[in-house]
């Protein structure tokens, strides 16, 4: 019976596992939950460029950026739901949170940034379109758009004026409330000390701004697709100026990531060497070649050719297109790399396990297959409800005034 | 008043959230259980059932409030320190209810599992070449299991 | 275990007393028992480990552990002068049937039970959401399989890999120190079963505890004491390979 390093075949464990490691824990289903939660934050700071930092070019993605953000987040608790043993006990989570726990927070911050953040701002941008949709629809659709008017018909200049102040308040906070909703994700893998591949301060850093690097490019991805699929012109200004965005906020990502590198490599700690061969073995394929050459060198090669050669407008289109499809495998992988990788080695540093990825089981591909392309069908009735495109405001109803002849009194 | 009309629809936004809260407050009464948060942030309750598992091993004092002849044979020889149920296995059944058979330990497979020889066990461990030692003969045939020594006097025991 | 003529007079009549409320099934404690006056730990002696597996079988027995999970396990360990800082570690089945034999004899080879250590610290009962893990008022880190979601964050968050999702409850499950035991003067199962006396219970709050006296006289380690986890399981001899 081989006892030594040679490779011991059995449960696909090779070395020495402790025995209860041998099984994973944590899905696939865990890996999609901070990749959706990593959109909702990205696209969010996208459209707060436009709406704080007045960054005018990107206007045409405002309202596109919310509704994609609010699609992923309608989905983000399912994996979670999926996941629990006992998911119909998920309420205790807002009953006895326990407050030493990272992930007892995500019951309210999920709670706070979906109502107070999300579903205010969409409202508050949205409530003139609203009240005029309701107006000039019948049946189950005008009950709808009434509902979500909450009875109020005011659509005053001046009222509007007042959701456009209040508006900016909400997107002010919305940024640091972005940065919490992400930024706990990563504290709850980088605040386990008994898992060296996730204890790090970075892993918070790290996970928000890939976050917000798939983001901005599952933006600019979706906008060029819609935009194409109902035959109208992309405005370059704006997507050069997201893919100016998408490339500087890249660039920090994978500078913190090299950083968490090289710091291993340099200390070298116990770990190291385990987690070292794990890289060149079993997550060779997905952290090698798909996250780092793939996802980030690939994207951030053609961007910076975009940055610094001029182009023709359909060869950019191109280069925006595959980058940013890139960049969202990329940061998939990565989110992969961190909840996969982080079990695939033993707490004991003598052997790895593999994981054994279902197909049809409530935790299995065949879901986390579904519940991606989900935001995406509920992005498709969002925008039916909730049109997003520029330039085709509602015209005013009779008897309202345009806000410009309003302030002028 | 025109100023009041133009805030009217956020006073109405910020009560979704209040009656949310309310109804919230409501449930929590209802639902997070009596004892919870008595010792720590946990239910107390848990305690006592935890506690309340059902007993399948008896523990040695138990076997030997009534094996008193066999507690005297086995506290003299070497397995002294072996408890009872390290060789018969769980006995709650049997203690609770002495007409339950608890069963002979099969000696084939017994014994090896602490005396076949090994370079892992510690050296100073009695320990045998099985095959070597018996030849297929049960262990039982020269070692008594509660006083195993050889030459030990037997004073009753396994049948 | 090693009783004298007084330990008996003593035990046997407190057994009796402990009995009659096991006969009685009934679900409190021992009525004598104060959780505050506990604190439960337990010893490991190394040299004392013959890798026979009957702690791992006893425990199973005694609290339904599912197949291939374990509350307690047996690892061997094998060190030479050429992987000092790699030993070959086995632990077939948990160390459930024991061990397969040796017969060459390079090297040195120990047996290493583990379990889970009860931290006074734990980092399991620190990240779970809603409060299902805790440690006791008498030092035992528990599981109420009543309230736990198996969201399986403190499996993430153990650094001895003791604890597992149970497969057909779907909640946390670990070591519980046998808690329906020795809150009725008996002990563990796996104390009960060893043959050699190299798992022993230890009331640290107990002046009384024999163990109390091999503490103070014997070099004990804990596991991993890097991650400061206030771990209460002493191994007696414990090599530096051991991980």
């Not at chain 1, 490779?7 to 490691?21: K, Q, S, T």
């Not at chain 3, 400061?228 to 002493?234: L, R």
Request: charged fraction near 15%; proline fraction near 6%; charge should be neutral.
């Amino acid at each position: 019976m081989a006892e030594s390093w040679e490779l011991v075949f059995m449960n696909g464990v090779e070395g020495f596992m402790y025995p209860n490691e041998i099984e994973l824990h944590w899905s696939v289903l865990i890996v999609l939950y901070p990749f959706i939660t990593g959109l909702v934050a990205g696209a969010f700071i996208l459209a707060s460029l436009e709406r704080v930092f007045r960054v005018e070019a990107v206007k045409p993605t405002y309202r596109l950026a919310l509704l994609t953000a609010l699609s992923f987040l309608i989905v983000a608790p399912l994996p979670l739901q999926l996941h629990l043993g006992h998911p119909e006990r998920s309420p205790e989570m807002y009953f006895t949170p326990h407050s030493t726990s990272a992930m007892a927070m995500f019951g309210y911050v999920y709670l706070w940034y979906l109502m107070a953040v999300l579903v205010f701002e969409i409202w508050l941008d949205y409530r003139r379109d609203i009240v005029l949709l309701a107006q000039r629809s019948r049946g189950l659709l005008r009950l709808v758009y009434r509902v979500m008017t909450l009875g109020s018909d005011n659509i005053s200049p001046h009222s509007l004026h007042i959701d456009e102040r209040v508006g900016w308040i909400v997107t002010l906070v919305g940024i640091p409330s972005a940065f919490m909703l992400h930024g706990y994700v990563g504290f709850i893998f980088g605040s386990i000390k008994a898992n060296p591949w996730w204890s790090s301060p970075l892993m918070p850093v790290v996970f928000i701004f890939s976050a917000m690097v798939s983001g901005i490019a599952c933006v600019m991805v979706l906008y060029m697709a819609t935009t194409r699929l109902r035959h109208k012109q992309i405005d370059m200004r704006c997507v050069d100026t997201i893919a100016m965005y998408l490339f500087y906020t890249f660039i920090i990502d994978f500078s913190l990531e090299m950083l968490d590198l090289i710091h291993r490599i340099y200390e070298a700690d116990e770990s190291f060497r385990s987690l070292d061969f794990m890289v060149h073995s079993k997550l060779y394929f997905s952290h090698i070649v798909v996250q780092i050459i793939l996802g980030t060198l690939t994207p951030l090669i053609l961007l910076a050719i975009t940055q610094v050669v001029k182009l023709n407008e359909v060869v950019r289109k191109r280069m925006y297109a595959i980058a940013g499809t890139l960049t969202l495998i990329g940061i998939f992988a990565m989110r992969w790399n961190v909840v996969i990788g982080g079990q695939l080695f033993s707490k004991s540093f003598l052997g790895y396990t593999t994981y054994k990825m279902t197909l049809v089981t409530r935790e299995g591909l065949l879901v986390a297959i579904v519940l991606t392309i989900l935001p995406i069908g509920i992005l498709w009735v969002l925008i039916k409800l909730l049109p997003p495109w520029p330039g085709e405001d509602l015209p005013a109803s009779s008897g309202e005034r345009k806000p410009i002849e309003a302030a002028a009194d | 008043m025109n100023g009041f009309r133009d805030y009217a629809h956020l006073l109405r936004f910020a009560a979704l959230f209040v009656i949310a809260f309310l109804i919230f407050w409501a449930i929590r009464g209802f639902v997070v259980p009596p004892s919870f948060g008595k010792y720590g942030h946990y239910r107390a309750a848990a305690l006592s059932e935890i506690a309340a598992h059902p007993l399948h091993h008896a523990g040695h004092a138990a076997c030997e409030s009534c094996h008193t002849d066999i507690q005297s044979t086995k506290a003299s020889g070497k397995h002294a320190s072996v408890n009872c149920e390290a060789c018969h296995g769980p006995q709650a059944q049997h203690a609770a209810d002495p007409s339950i058979d608890p069963g002979k330990p099969d000696t084939a497979v017994l014994c090896a599992r602490c005396h076949a020889v090994s370079a892992a066990r510690p050296r100073s461990f009695p320990q045998v070449n099985i095959a070597d030692h018996s030849s297929g003969v049960p262990c039982q045939t020269c070692h008594q299991p509660h006083s195993p020594e050889i030459g030990a006097t037997p004073a009753g025991g396994a049948k | 275990m090693n009783l004298s003529r007084r330990q008996i007079l003593v035990l046997l009549p407190a057994a009796a007393v402990a009995w009659k409320y096991v006969l009685a099934d009934s679900p409190q404690s021992a009525p004598n028992y104060n959780m505050s006056d506990h604190w439960w730990g337990m010893l490991i002696d190394i040299p004392k480990c013959i890798g026979c597996g009957n702690c791992v079988r006893a425990c199973k027995a005694e609290n339904d552990v599912p197949d291939g999970f374990f509350r307690t396990w047996v690892e061997r360990y094998h060190v030479t002068d050429g992987n000092m800082t790699n030993p070959e570690v086995i632990s077939p089945d948990g160390g459930k049937e024991g061990f397969p034999a040796v017969t060459e004899d390079a090297g040195k080879y120990f047996y290493v039970p583990k379990l889970c250590n009860h931290c006074a610290d734990s980092p399991c009962t620190q990240v779970c959401p809603v409060g299902a893990t805790f440690v006791s008022p008498d030092g035992v880190v528990l599981v109420d399989p009543k309230y736990c979601l198996g969201c399986a964050y403190c499996v993430q968050a153990c650094p001895y890999g003791c604890r597992y999702i149970h497969p057909e409850k779907k909640v946390a499950d670990k070591c519980t120190l046998c808690y329906h035991r020795i809150t009725k003067g008996l002990t563990t199962a796996c104390c009960e079963s060893c043959p050699t006396g190299a798992r022993q219970l230890v009331d640290l709050k107990n002046p009384k505890d024999p163990i109390h006296a091999f503490l103070k006289t014997h070099s004990v380690q804990v596991l991993k004491p890097q991650m400061a986890t206030g771990a209460k399981v002493y191994y007696n001899d414990l090599d530096g390979s051991v991980r």
